[in-house]
């Protein structure tokens, strides 16, 4: 089984003393939970692994039950520290308040309880760890799988990678486009509007929300308002609600607004942002075309793909390295 970079980090600071709670964030199906199963392989120290997913309803009284659990389990073990592992910690309601209070209780009766969360929205978790925990935590960002490690677990080439992007959990049914195709739809992209935005963010229009996603996909790697945008939406809001809906799709690993590099806030804010896909799977099973059918034709394949692969930073590096040898960008 590959282990990703930031498994020797999340091991490190477990093996070190207990002084932060470690937060394990970033999109569905990345491997966060596989990490943290990796990662307690790993170290000889007595644990219990929770999900909040098990639960249909759950609240700040579970956390607290863990919590209490794995303090009689350690006394019970006379084991001189032990950890807590809570996935889909933004689940459970009021979460920042209960873990700060039992946190800090174990602070000061010197109990070793080593704590990790884990979730999948970004934005929930962050309000939670800076509303109530403060000073208290260190997060690692999973992010989606480069090409170099779908290369090494799966064998991938460039042009692979390109069209079925890092989803590490797809790759064996890309065989099978059309299953593959439905696996992103239905397993990834819809479970993350609704459970990672809808069910945990206040949305008042959520068919907008959804579509603004499917146009941006539409639109990766280009540079569109969103003032054009609302002509093309039906029941559009105003261009304040489509900027809040762009950045709940960014917390969430899917769709991002990337705003003009300029030294200038205000012109940085005020541009038109290039929409950018977080992952390259999440365009490509919106598509009517086959791997196979689009690498064949070569001026749609090169257009888009060269689009939708090129990220800011790449684009950045491109362009001064191609001024250093005294080059002008044709074209971008």
């Given at each position: 089984?590959?282990?990703?970079?930031?498994?020797q980090d999340?091991t490190?600071?477990?093996?070190?003393?207990?002084?932060?709670?470690?937060?394990l964030?970033?999109?569905?199906?990345?491997?966060?939970?596989t990490?943290?199963?990796?990662?307690?392989?790993?170290?000889?120290?007595?644990?219990?692994?929770?999900s909040?997913?098990?639960?249909?309803?759950?609240?700040?009284?579970?956390?607290e039950?863990l919590?209490?659990?794995a303090?009689?389990k350690?006394?019970?073990?006379s084991?001189?520290?032990y950890?807590?592992?809570?996935?889909e910690i933004?689940k459970?309601?009021n979460w920042?308040?209960?873990v700060k209070r039992?946190?800090?209780?174990d602070?000061?009766?010197?109990?070793?309880i080593k704590?990790?969360l884990l979730?999948?929205?970004?934005?929930?978790?962050q309000k939670?760890?800076?509303?109530s925990?403060?000073g208290?935590?260190e997060t690692?960002?999973?992010?989606?799988w480069?090409f170099?490690?779908?290369?090494?677990?799966?064998?991938?080439?460039a042009?692979?990678?390109?069209w079925?992007?890092?989803?590490?959990?797809?790759?064996?049914?890309?065989?099978?486009?059309?299953?593959?195709?439905?696996?992103?739809?239905?397993?990834l992209?819809?479970?993350?509007?609704?459970?990672?935005?809808?069910?945990?963010?206040?949305?008042?229009k959520?068919a907008?929300?959804?579509?603004?996603?499917?146009?941006?996909?539409?639109?990766?790697?280009?540079?569109?308002?969103?003032?054009?945008?609302?002509g093309q939406?039906?029941?559009a809001?105003?261009?304040?609600?489509?900027?809040?809906?762009?950045?709940?799709?960014?917390?969430?690993?899917l769709?991002?607004?990337?705003?003009?590099?300029?030294?200038?806030?205000?012109r940085?804010?005020?541009?038109?942002p290039?929409?950018q896909v977080?992952n390259?799977?999440?365009l490509?099973?919106?598509?009517?075309?086959?791997f196979?059918?689009?690498?064949?034709?070569?001026?749609e394949?090169?257009?888009?793909i060269f689009?939708?692969?090129?990220?800011e930073?790449?684009?950045?590096?491109?362009?001064?390295s191609?001024?250093?040898?005294?080059?002008?960008?044709?074209?971008?």
């Open positions: 089984m590959i282990e990703r970079s930031q498994l999340i490190k600071r477990i093996l070190e003393p207990r002084r932060f709670i470690q937060v964030m970033g999109p569905r199906q990345v491997g966060k939970t990490m943290a199963v990796q990662m307690l392989n790993k170290v000889s120290i007595p644990y219990i692994f929770e909040a997913d098990a639960i249909a309803a759950v609240d700040a009284v579970w956390i039950q919590w209490e659990a303090r009689l350690m006394k019970a073990q084991a001189r520290e950890i807590l592992v809570i996935d933004q459970v309601q920042s308040e209960t039992l946190w800090d209780r602070t000061i009766d010197k109990t070793n704590l990790i979730g999948s929205s970004r934005l929930l978790l939670g760890l800076t509303e925990l403060a208290r935590f690692i960002y999973l992010g989606h480069s170099r490690e779908m290369e090494e677990a799966f064998g991938w080439d042009d692979q990678y390109a079925f992007g890092g989803y590490p959990g797809g790759a064996e049914l890309t065989g099978d486009e059309e299953r593959w195709k439905n696996y992103i739809s239905n397993s992209i819809e479970t993350s509007v609704s459970k990672d935005i809808l069910m945990l963010t206040r949305v008042d959520p907008l929300l959804k579509r603004l996603f499917e146009l941006g996909c539409h639109y990766s790697g280009q540079i569109l308002s969103l003032t054009k945008i609302q939406l039906q029941d809001g105003n261009t304040t609600t489509l900027s809040h809906y762009l950045n709940l799709l960014d917390t969430a690993g769709l991002a607004g990337i705003e003009k590099y300029a030294a200038d806030i205000i940085k804010r005020s541009s038109s290039r929409f977080h390259n799977a999440l490509s099973a919106q598509k009517h075309e086959y196979g059918e689009i690498v064949n034709k070569p001026a394949w090169g257009h888009k689009r939708y692969v090129t990220g930073k790449e684009m950045q590096r491109l362009i001064l191609w001024k250093d040898e005294g080059k002008l960008l044709q074209s971008r």
